[in-house]
């Protein structure tokens, strides 16, 4: 009888821990009751009511990536390509996202791939390998209104890869190495060019420094040849100044000594010999030249006597 009862005690006690749930951080769980909604546990200690309740689904409210398999579309210019995309999105609601649709990750799949289909083929091809921002909006926007109703909320999604046909992968690449090219001559050219200009740019600023130097180089002999024709005319000027000193201290020593005017008439003979010896053109004789020769007559037979 105590077996029995210690069974039973135990058994209870499973019973009772099994009902106790604790549900973890970013989690949600749906609880029925007897087959029917009932409520939707968040984070915290729940116990439920054994064989009446139970957990209908454990959701995951963290944000989720899918990552899809490439899909086939059709551009407007009749391009088949291969694009594949990646949906972010997230579990607002647990109860629309149980009870909403049966198979959300197949229903967001297919949503996908008929509404890349509708945007691409209203594209051409080239329209469509630039406008990757432009896809990504409008698919975001269409599918979290149509996932709305199932309690999903699409964050954004991304075009991971769009693969053209191979042939017309060559031809891109051959576009593209021929675009490379072109860029590539006028970067030459534009850099030689560049040269072109530095280089005429560096021989006009050597002109015009070696004109410059020598301008200042014509100025530097001119102020020279100036001076040295000052110095020139300075000693010429002292040289005259020194003969004439010398001039006059000769009369003013004759005139000390008590000479008479014959003896200055006779200086002054001399000085008239002298300036007939000289290079110039013109000599202008005094008036009383008579009186001159009449002097120098006597002085003749003085020196005669003697």
């Avoid at 110039?280 to 006597?305: C, N, R």
């Amino acid at each position: 009888m105590v077996f029995i009862l210690l069974i039973i005690v135990i058994a209870a006690v499973a019973a009772a821990a099994s009902c106790i749930r604790i549900v973890p951080q970013a989690r949600a769980y749906v609880v029925e009751f007897l087959g029917a909604y009932k409520t939707t546990w968040q984070t915290g200690l729940y116990f439920k009511i054994p064989f009446f309740e139970r957990i209908a689904r454990n959701v995951n409210l963290k944000e989720q990536v899918i990552d899809f398999p490439p899909q086939p579309v059709i551009t407007k210019d009749n391009v088949t390509m291969q694009i594949d995309t990646v949906v972010f999105f997230q579990i607002t609601d647990p109860k629309l996202y149980c009870y909403g649709v049966e198979n959300p990750i197949m229903a967001i799949e297919n949503l996908t791939s008929t509404t890349l289909r509708n945007i691409i083929g209203e594209m051409e091809l080239d329209e469509t390998l630039t406008s990757r921002e432009r896809i990504n909006t409008q698919m975001g926007l269409s599918l979290d209104v149509a996932t709305d109703p199932w309690g999903i909320k699409v964050n954004r999604v991304e075009l991971k890869n769009i693969m053209p046909p191979s042939a017309i992968q060559e031809s891109m690449e051959k576009q593209m190495k021929a675009e490379r090219e072109r860029r590539e001559a006028i970067l030459i050219a534009e850099g030689e060019k560049k040269s072109t200009i530095l280089v005429a740019e560096g021989k006009k600023e050597s002109a015009i420094l070696e004109a410059e130097a020598q301008k200042q180089a014509a100025i530097l002999h001119a102020e020279a040849e100036k001076e040295r024709k000052i110095k020139e005319a300075e000693g010429q000027a002292e040289a005259i100044r020194q003969v004439q000193q010398a001039n006059a201290e000769g009369i003013r020593m004759l005139k000390e000594a008590g000479a008479d005017d014959s003896v200055l008439t006779l200086k002054s003979l001399d000085a008239l010999s002298k300036l007939s010896e000289g290079s110039a053109t013109k000599i202008i004789i005094p008036s009383d030249i008579q009186g001159l020769a009449g002097l120098a007559t006597s002085f003749k037979e003085i020196m005669k006597d003697k």
